[in-house]
């Protein structure tokens, strides 16, 4: 029996915290840095190196926006007094897979570097982080071998998500589950271990550095009386049908 909090997504229970402390404009820095100072103090002269290091903040950027963007319509999907928004359900998990791969790619960025000898001193993703981003991500780009029973890896159960579903606090796909809480610690670090490369910290966003604004929904229609409301349980059906068959 799945746990409830990976199972059902409520007003009161959603639990994603915010990434407002974390500047998603690390990579404009970076290329600030090649155009008036050269490539930052922690990178040598090396065409390949700095690539890897200028994606691993663009992704590490990427995956920043993209769970924001995921929170904002999740936040919507479950706020009070609104109707039936499917589309805001959907639009989050697009968000949320792309936050995931992104992430993804980047810590093999950042493991690159690591062997190149750049970023050691930096805050790294534990082996069972790492782990569990890697399937999450791999069930994620290969849903569709395990459907057709074509995968290596262990096809879904008849009673198993097809796609990304977006629970209380978790993520889930077939056997695998990424909480939250994992996502932003891995953000973190990301984040993190790009100020220790630079050799400056990026600044937090605040009124005078804001974050960059994704804009994913034109905007709800102004509530009316003769609004129909949705009941929980037709939130949740309609829900299901995008991840169960």
């Known amino acids: ?3 409830a909090d990976r199972v059902s997504l409520t007003e009161e229970g959603l639990a994603i915290p915010p990434v407002d402390h974390l500047s998603n404009r690390s990579v404009t820095n970076i290329l600030l840095d090649r155009a008036f100072s050269g490539v930052p ?3 040598p002269p ?5 690539g ?6 663009r992704l590490t950027d990427k995956a920043l926006r993209e769970y924001d963007a995921a929170r904002t319509e999740l936040l919507a999907y479950v706020a009070p007094g609104t109707s039936l928004q499917t589309s805001c359900y959907l639009r989050a998990i697009d968000h949320m897979e792309n936050c995931i791969s992104a992430l993804h790619r980047a810590v093999l960025n950042a493991r690159a570097l690591r062997a190149n000898k750049i970023g050691r001193a930096g805050p790294r993703l534990t082996e069972r982080q790492e782990r569990r981003l890697a399937y999450s991500r791999n069930a994620i780009e290969h849903a569709d071998e395990k459907l057709t029973g074509t995968s290596k890896i262990k096809n879904f159960g008849r ?3 097809f796609s990304l579903r977006i629970a209380n606090t978790s993520t889930v ?10 996502i932003v610690s891995a953000m973190t ?3 993190n271990n790009i100020e220790i490369i630079r050799g400056v910290p990026t600044g937090e966003p605040g009124p005078s550095f804001p974050n960059a604004t994704l804009r994913t929904n034109p905007g709800t229609p102004a509530n009316s009386s003769t609004t129909l409301r949705a009941s929980t349980y037709l939130k949740e059906l309609s829900r299901l049908t995008v991840t169960h068959s």
């Open 173 to 182: 796909i077939g056997d695998n589950v990424l909480t939250y809480q994992e």
């Open 1 to 3: 029996m799945p746990r």
């Open 159 to 161: 009673s198993d998500p």
């Open 46 to 50: 090396d065409r390949i190196l700095v």
């Open 52 to 57: 890897l290091f200028v994606n691993f903040a």
């Open 189 to 191: 670090k990301c984040h």
């Open 41 to 43: 103090a922690g990178i």
